[in-house]
């Protein structure tokens, strides 16, 4: 890779890290996770409707994997954002 896109590279993820790293961050990011199916199995029997649903857990998981999130971590999380959404029915 080229320095510039290096460059661009190392800047977007620190642009992510810093967004996601705060405490609202983190708070946006569960929500996003319990919006966009990474609470849920991810079967539909309409495939274009499972499909959508894919495309909206991919959009999760590519900003978790530009904060370099474990499994461990993304564990946590996970149970977090479950927390999170059950709450929001209470």
Request: proline share 2%; hydrophobic share 45%.
């Amino acid at each position: 890779m080229a320095k510039a896109k290096v460059g661009m590279r190392d800047k977007r993820i620190s642009d992510y890290q810093d967004t996601f790293g705060t405490a609202e961050g983190q708070r946006v990011l569960l929500d996003m996770m319990s919006a966009h199916g990474m609470l849920s199995p991810g079967f539909h029997k309409d495939p274009i409707e499972m499909a959508r649903m894919a495309g909206e857990r991919n959009v999760v998981v590519r900003i978790l994997s530009l904060l370099n999130v474990d499994m461990k971590q993304m564990k946590k999380m996970v149970e977090e954002a479950h927390e999170l959404a059950k709450a929001e029915f209470i």
